[in-house]
């Protein structure tokens, strides 16, 4: 099974855009992964972003994208608002198995 | 409109098996594209995957290696739900328990705290 490694922190300006990155131990992250991505905000049960690598919910902003980047599967969020402060969870299949990343608190200042 | 109802006891003793359901509305568990997951989230542990259950013509298991040996995870067709049954509970396993639909993810339960105190 993989372990999923996630930047613990990043912080960004309003309106700025900031990429959070998700990588296996197995090695590059491929389709075949089905790299998901959930936003958890305090007190709330984790929310589905994007799943299989670039689909959005109906309820995801445009702003979020879902991406490969260099072996890793990738969240870019483009001019971001105040309120996409947050956790962000990227869970990545492999062997039969689902594995979360730790995490990455992403600061809006 | 899929929905996931959660049920199960808050506090589980030291050494004791947790058990909870998760019901199903507005799906089928016979689905052919869907599993069934339990995942749990700790302040400690973060979030954590534990296994799945899903129907391709035959049933099927998949478990986390963390907690392999003292996991079950069963459906209950009759009743259109899953359970989960986690043995030998310590208090590492305090958490809240989520399950949740694994086409996108998009359908979880409410989650239920579940603390592992003697």
């Known amino acids: 099974q993989t372990v999923v490694t996630q930047e613990p922190s990043l912080t960004v300006s309003p309106g700025g855009t900031v990429t959070l990155t998700c990588a296996s131990s197995?090695?590059?992250?491929?389709?075949?992964?089905?790299a998901n991505w959930f936003q958890q905000k305090p007190g709330q049960a984790p929310r589905s972003l994007i799943y299989?690598?670039?689909?959005?919910h109906s309820w995801t902003p445009a702003r979020f994208s879902g991406s490969l980047l260099g072996g890793k599967a990738a969240l870019t969020l483009s001019g971001v608002q105040p309120e996409d402060e947050a956790d962000y969870y990227c869970?990545?299949?492999?062997?039969?198995?689902w594995g979360f990343g730790g995490g990455t608190k992403l600061t809006v200042l | 409109q899929v929905q996931l109802q959660q049920s199960g006891p808050g506090l589980v003793k030291t050494s004791q098996t947790l058990s909870m359901t998760c019901a199903i509305s507005g799906d089928t568990i016979y689905s052919n594209t869907a599993a069934w997951n339990w995942i749990r989230q700790s302040p400690s542990r973060g979030l954590e995957w534990l296994g799945r259950t899903y129907y391709r013509s035959k049933w099927y298991f998949e478990y986390a290696l963390s907690v392999r040996s003292r996991i079950t995870i069963s459906p209950d067709t009759s009743n259109n739900q899953f359970s989960l049954q986690l043995n030998f509970v310590t208090p590492e396993d305090t958490a809240v328990y989520y399950c949740a639909r694994d086409v996108d993810f998009q359908y979880w339960g409410q989650g239920i705290l579940v603390t592992v105190s003697s």
């Open positions: 869970l990545l299949f492999y062997a039969g198995a």
């Open positions: 197995t090695g590059a992250v491929t389709s075949g992964y089905y």
């Open positions: 299989t690598i670039t689909n959005r």
